[in-house]
């Protein structure tokens, strides 16, 4: 993984190819090994306007250059999506090494480009497209999230104050974590000083616009065992789409992950979710099945989804403070949960991982995610 952060104009071809080269060197494999690449990016056809072969243009000069590629464009899903193909490309028995990467450049010299593209995340017949002449100042995902807010506030005896506490905890996290975009402290009372976006949303509780790229290496069982660098089984992957007006894609997918390892939600020893904003993460508890409906925020109020805590949830930092490089962000959960599967994370370091689980979301229909894919980690001892 890159360091992410804010890099305009450093370019996706320059991000891909460091996580590339650090994730083979990482895995002591030459590029002639990879028979098969899924490269995720979400945004580059609007951001930096290039479009149709994102993967081939940004390694074209790479030893990779000529391997097969596929490209993923599955919104702020992309890189989780990319990781889901290569998976079942090993799974199946087509491939026997696999490299999984997604690479954003969300970062532009004209700020509203990248605001711009987020509207194509949601139905544009619904909400109208854009013009060269607009001038977006934020994305629209947080009027969709601030929605979601208000409704969990209204029908729970919870506070904005707990959202805050969301933001806190992963800025806590995010400190422990070299390549993080934001790791200084932050107070319960900063998060709900900082700039209202949409109501009851602060800037705090909301993950930053980020450049950055990420990568993995997936093998098969038997390639692995010839590997010097110490593996992680990468247990099982799904992808649910939204499956009606009334239910949203998270919990189909984690439930169809649990099914396929008999791995359930009591079992895991840290969770990566997609918490683009503060809320989406409390409401993602009751979705994976940490707690029941409306009682998410105690688990944050007591603690228990902090590190030491029951449940550490987002030890990388998480969307709102690790970053959020749109395409890469689902490969970016996972290097958390390998790197925690092997023990190397340092001062965030998950005493005895060895399981783990990401929710990687994308896009945004009728009041939640479009799709969502769940990936289950587990350390191989």
């Given at each position: 993984m890159t360091p992410f952060g804010r890099f305009p104009g450093r370019g996706i071809r320059a991000m891909a190819v460091a996580a590339i080269d650090e994730a083979l060197a990482d895995a002591?494999?030459?590029?002639?090994?990879?028979?098969?690449?899924?490269?995720?990016?979400?945004?580059?056809?609007?951001?930096?306007?290039?479009?149709?072969?994102?993967?081939?243009?940004?390694?074209?000069?790479?030893?990779?250059?000529?391997?097969?590629?596929?490209?993923?464009?599955?919104?702020?899903?992309?890189?989780?999506?990319?990781?889901?193909?290569a998976y079942e490309a090993i799974a199946g028995g087509r491939e026997e090494v696999v490299l999984a990467v997604g690479a954003e450049q969300l970062n532009h010299e004209d700020r509203a480009r990248p605001f711009n593209a987020l509207r194509a995340s949601t139905d544009i017949e619904e909400i109208g497209?854009?013009?060269?002449?607009?001038?977006?100042?934020?994305?629209?995902?947080?009027?969709?999230?601030?929605?979601?807010?208000q409704r969990y506030l209204d029908e729970y005896d919870a506070k904005a104050e707990d959202f805050a506490r969301v933001a806190v905890k992963n800025r806590h996290n995010a400190g422990y974590n070299a390549l993080a975009h934001f790791r200084e402290p932050q107070t319960i009372e900063d998060v709900m000083g900082s700039r209202m976006i949409a109501d009851p949303l602060r800037l705090a509780m909301c993950a930053p616009t980020t450049d950055g790229a990420a990568a993995l290496v997936l093998c098969s069982e038997e390639y692995g065992r010839r590997l010097k660098r110490k593996s992680v089984h990468l247990v099982t992957s799904h992808i649910a789409s939204k499956p009606g007006p009334d239910r949203g894609p998270v919990g189909p997918a984690a439930q169809a992950a649990y099914e396929a390892s008999g791995i359930g939600p009591d079992s895991f020893d840290l969770i990566e979710l997609h918490d683009a904003a503060a809320p989406a993460e409390l409401l993602q508890y009751a979705e994976i099945g940490l707690c029941k409906e409306g009682e998410a925020h105690h688990l944050v109020r007591d603690g228990r989804t902090e590190l030491g805590g029951a449940m550490p949830?987002?030890?990388?930092?998480?969307?709102?403070?690790?970053?959020?490089p749109l395409g890469a962000t689902g490969c970016a959960q996972v290097?958390?949960?390998?790197?925690?599967?092997?023990?190397?994370?340092?001062?965030?370091?998950?005493?005895?991982?060895?399981?783990?689980l990401a929710i990687n979301g994308g896009g945004w229909l009728q009041g939640t995610y479009a799709l969502a894919v769940a990936t289950i980690v587990k350390r191989i001892d």
């Amino acid at each position: 993984m890159t360091p992410f952060g804010r890099f305009p104009g450093r370019g996706i071809r320059a991000m891909a190819v460091a996580a590339i080269d650090e994730a083979l060197a990482d895995a002591g494999i030459p590029a002639e090994d990879i028979d098969r690449i899924f490269f995720g990016n979400a945004v580059a056809g609007i951001v930096e306007q290039q479009e149709m072969i994102r993967g081939q243009v940004a390694l074209r000069h790479h030893p990779l250059g000529g391997t097969t590629l596929v490209n993923v464009e599955n919104a702020c899903a992309s890189g989780g999506s990319a990781l889901n193909l290569a998976y079942e490309a090993i799974a199946g028995g087509r491939e026997e090494v696999v490299l999984a990467v997604g690479a954003e450049q969300l970062n532009h010299e004209d700020r509203a480009r990248p605001f711009n593209a987020l509207r194509a995340s949601t139905d544009i017949e619904e909400i109208g497209g854009w013009t060269p002449a607009d001038t977006a100042s934020k994305s629209i995902l947080m009027d969709y999230y601030a929605g979601v807010a208000q409704r969990y506030l209204d029908e729970y005896d919870a506070k904005a104050e707990d959202f805050a506490r969301v933001a806190v905890k992963n800025r806590h996290n995010a400190g422990y974590n070299a390549l993080a975009h934001f790791r200084e402290p932050q107070t319960i009372e900063d998060v709900m000083g900082s700039r209202m976006i949409a109501d009851p949303l602060r800037l705090a509780m909301c993950a930053p616009t980020t450049d950055g790229a990420a990568a993995l290496v997936l093998c098969s069982e038997e390639y692995g065992r010839r590997l010097k660098r110490k593996s992680v089984h990468l247990v099982t992957s799904h992808i649910a789409s939204k499956p009606g007006p009334d239910r949203g894609p998270v919990g189909p997918a984690a439930q169809a992950a649990y099914e396929a390892s008999g791995i359930g939600p009591d079992s895991f020893d840290l969770i990566e979710l997609h918490d683009a904003a503060a809320p989406a993460e409390l409401l993602q508890y009751a979705e994976i099945g940490l707690c029941k409906e409306g009682e998410a925020h105690h688990l944050v109020r007591d603690g228990r989804t902090e590190l030491g805590g029951a449940m550490p949830v987002n030890t990388s930092g998480g969307l709102l403070s690790r970053g959020h490089p749109l395409g890469a962000t689902g490969c970016a959960q996972v290097v958390e949960l390998c790197v925690q599967m092997r023990g190397e994370a340092g001062r965030r370091q998950v005493g005895n991982a060895q399981v783990g689980l990401a929710i990687n979301g994308g896009g945004w229909l009728q009041g939640t995610y479009a799709l969502a894919v769940a990936t289950i980690v587990k350390r191989i001892d």
